[in-house]
């Protein structure tokens, strides 16, 4: 019996490892997509800008 439940504690160790290793790999893909996010909503925004300068220097 004693085989057994280190067999099983093992595994439930080893499935608690992979599932804080999946939620780290997602939130760090997750703060990178949120950065580009921020530098293209940046950059839409500096565009809009310019634009509306243009139409009122016309």
């Given at each position: 019996?004693?085989?057994?439940?280190?067999?099983?504690?093992?595994?439930?160790?080893?499935?608690?490892?992979?599932?804080l290793?999946?939620?780290?790999r997602?939130?760090?893909?997750?703060?990178?997509?949120?950065l580009?996010?921020?530098k293209?909503?940046?950059?839409?925004?500096?565009?809009?800008?310019?634009m509306?300068?243009?139409?009122?220097?016309?």
């Amino acid at each position: 019996m004693g085989i057994v439940s280190l067999i099983f504690t093992l595994m439930f160790y080893g499935l608690i490892i992979y599932f804080l290793i999946t939620v780290l790999r997602h939130l760090r893909a997750k703060n990178h997509n949120d950065l580009l996010m921020l530098k293209k909503l940046d950059h839409i925004s500096k565009k809009l800008e310019e634009m509306s300068n243009r139409e009122y220097r016309s």
